[in-house]
C-alpha cells in the first residue's frame, strides 16, 4: 500500500532530499543550503545512504523503505523475544511481533510515506536497546554511534545510555570518531572542512525555526494561547534534560536490566519529541512503538485490567493523522504532546514500584 501511494503521489517523498545532498557531497558541491530546510544531518549520513543515491530515484525511494521496513520489523521482533521468557517459543515471540507492528502502523504510514530517515535511527536504536538489555555493551555503543552518524538526533539516547552503562562507553566514543572521520576518505579535504563549517552554521540556524509545522511542547502552549519565549524555552529544555538524566539513573539502579533500558529509552524519546524545537509527526513513532510494548507487558500482567487499554488508546490516538480528517484537524497541534505528557506516568510506574516489563517475572497467563 506505501509503496503504491509513493508511486501515485511521489511529491510526498523527501528521499531525493537525502539522494541529492549524497551526490551533491561526492560530486563537491556544496551540500548545505541557506535557511532551516534542507539537509540538516551529519557528513556521515552521505557516507551511509551513498549506496542507495547510486540508483536511480524511483528505485532508491523504494529500496530505502524496504531497508526501513526490515531495520524496524527485526527491532521490534528482538524487543519481544527480550520481554518474553526464556521458554517462549517463536510463535509467540511471532505473534507478539505482528500486533505490536500492526498497532503502530498508522503512526509509522507517514515515516514511510516520507521516506524519513527517523524511522531508521529509531530502528538501530531499539537494536542497540536490546544489546544494552542483554549485556552486550560493546555492540550496543557501536550501534548508538551509528545512529548518530544517520541523525543527530540520536545524540540524546546515546549520550544517556553512554553515561548510565559505561561498558558501551569505548565503542560509542570510537564510533562517534570513526563517524566524524570517515568524510575526509572523499578526496577533497578542503571541500570536507568546508562543509563541517557550513554545518554548524545550518544546525544553529534550523535549531531555531521561525516557520513550519512542528509538534512539540511549544506548539502545545502556544495553541493553549501561550506563545513562550525562545530563551524560556530554552531554559526549560535544559531543566528537562536534567530530569530526564536523574530519572534514567533511578531507573538503571532499581530496576533490572531489561527493564531499565526499556525505561531509559522511553525517558529518551519523550524528550525528544517534546522538547526538540522541530519535531515532526513522525517522530511521535518513537513513542508510539514502546507503548504498544508497555501495552502487551500490562495485558500480559493483568489481562482484565484497565493499564494496557490506556496504552493502547495512547498508541491510537498518536496515530490521528492516518485516520482522517475528522479527529486529525481538531486535535493536530495538541494531542500528541498531551498523550507523551500523560505517559511520563508509566516509566515513574515502574521505576518507583521496581515493577519488571520482562515477561517471565509476570504472572503466566492460563492456557
Given at each position: 500500500?506505501?509503496?503504491?501511494?509513493?508511486v501515485?503521489k511521489p511529491?510526498?517523498?523527501?528521499?531525493?532530499?537525502?539522494?541529492?545532498a549524497?551526490?551533491?557531497w561526492?560530486a563537491g558541491t556544496p551540500?548545505?543550503?541557506d535557511g532551516?530546510?534542507g539537509?540538516?544531518y551529519?557528513?556521515?549520513?552521505t557516507v551511509?545512504?551513498a549506496?542507495?543515491?547510486?540508483?536511480?530515484?524511483?528505485?532508491?525511494?523504494q529500496l530505502?523503505?524496504l531497508a526501513m521496513?526490515?531495520?524496524f520489523?527485526?527491532?521490534?521482533a528482538?524487543?519481544?523475544?527480550?520481554?518474553?521468557?526464556p521458554?517462549?517459543?517463536?510463535d509467540?515471540v511471532?505473534w507478539?511481533?505482528?500486533w505490536v507492528l500492526?498497532?503502530?502502523i498508522?503512526?509509522?504510514?507517514?515515516?514511510l510515506?516520507?521516506?524519513q530517515?527517523?524511522l531508521?535511527?529509531?530502528s538501530?536504536?531499539l537494536?542497540a536497546?536490546?544489546?544494552?538489555?542483554?549485556?552486550?555493551n560493546?555492540?550496543?555503543?557501536?550501534?548508538?554511534?551509528?545512529?548518530?552518524?544517520l541523525?543527530p538526533?540520536?545524540?540524546?539516547?546515546?549520550?544517556?545510555?553512554?553515561?548510565l552503562w559505561?561498558?558501551g562507553?569505548r565503542t560509542?566514543?570510537?564510533?562517534?570518531?570513526?563517524?566524524?572521520v570517515?568524510p575526509?576518505l572523499?578526496?577533497?579535504?578542503?571541500?570536507?572542512?568546508?562543509?563541517?563549517i557550513?554545518?554548524v552554521t545550518?544546525?544553529?540556524?534550523?535549531a531555531?525555526?521561525?516557520?513550519?509545522n512542528?509538534?512539540?511542547l511549544t506548539?502545545?502552549?502556544i495553541?493553549?494561547?501561550?506563545?513562550?519565549?525562545y530563551?524560556t524555552?530554552t531554559?526549560?529544555?535544559?531543566?528537562?534534560a536534567?530530569?530526564?538524566?536523574a530519572?534514567?539513573?533511578a531507573a538503571?539502579?532499581?530496576?533490572d536490566?531489561?527493564?531499565?533500558a526499556?525505561v531509559v529509552?522511553?525517558?529518551?524519546v519523550?524528550?525528544l519529541?517534546?522538547?526538540?524545537?522541530r519535531?515532526?509527526e513522525?517522530s511521535?513513532l518513537n513513542?508510539?512503538?514502546?507503548a504498544?510494548?508497555?501495552?502487551?507487558?500490562?495485558?500480559?500482567?493483568q489481562?482484565?485490567?484497565?493499564l494496557w487499554?490506556?496504552?493502547?488508546?495512547v498508541?491510537?490516538g498518536l496515530g490521528t493523522h492516518?485516520?482522517g480528517?475528522?479527529?486529525?484537524?481538531p486535535t493536530?497541534?495538541?494531542l500528541k504532546q498531551?498523550?507523551?505528557?500523560?505517559l511520563y506516568?508509566?516509566?515513574?510506574?515502574?521505576?518507583i514500584t521496581?515493577?519488571s516489563?520482562?515477561?517471565?517475572?509476570?504472572?503466566?497467563?492460563?492456557a
Open positions: 500500500m506505501i509503496a503504491t501511494l509513493v501515485v511529491w510526498r517523498s523527501i528521499t531525493h532530499i537525502y539522494r541529492d549524497t551526490l551533491n561526492w551540500v548545505y543550503t532551516i530546510h539537509f540538516l551529519f557528513p556521515s549520513s551511509l545512504f549506496p542507495f543515491a547510486l540508483l536511480p530515484l524511483g528505485l532508491c525511494d530505502w523503505r521496513v526490515v531495520a520489523s527485526s527491532a521490534v528482538r524487543l519481544a523475544a527480550l520481554m518474553r521468557p521458554t517462549a517459543d517463536g509467540a511471532c507478539t511481533t505482528a500492526a498497532f503502530t498508522p503512526t509509522a504510514s507517514i515515516n510515506v516520507r521516506g530517515w527517523e531508521m535511527m529509531l538501530i536504536l537494536h536497546v536490546v544489546d544494552v538489555a542483554r549485556d552486550h560493546r555492540r550496543a555503543g557501536w550501534l548508538l554511534a551509528l545512529a548518530v552518524a541523525k538526533l540520536a545524540l540524546v539516547p546515546a549520550l544517556l545510555f553512554g553515561v559505561p561498558g562507553r560509542l566514543l570510537l564510533g562517534l570518531v570513526l563517524a566524524a570517515a575526509f572523499h578526496p577533497h579535504p578542503a571541500y570536507v572542512a568546508e562543509q563541517y557550513a554545518m545550518k544546525l544553529t540556524i534550523a531555531a525555526p521561525d516557520s513550519g512542528w509538534f512539540d506548539t502545545l502552549a495553541s493553549a494561547g501561550v506563545h513562550p519565549a530563551a524555552m531554559e526549560l529544555r535544559v531543566l528537562a536534567l530530569v530526564t538524566l530519572g534514567a539513573w538503571s539502579r532499581r530496576l536490566r531489561p527493564t531499565a526499556l529509552a522511553m525517558l529518551a519523550f524528550y519529541v517534546l522538547f526538540n524545537p519535531t515532526e513522525g511521535y513513542v508510539a512503538v514502546l504498544a510494548l508497555a501495552a502487551f507487558v500490562e495485558h500480559r500482567r489481562p482484565t485490567g484497565v487499554i490506556v496504552l493502547g488508546v498508541v491510537f492516518f485516520y480528517d475528522w479527529i486529525y484537524r493536530r497541534t495538541w498531551v498523550l507523551t505528557l500523560g506516568a508509566y516509566p515513574a510506574w515502574i521505576t521496581g515493577r516489563m520482562r515477561a517471565d517475572f509476570l504472572n503466566p497467563l492460563p
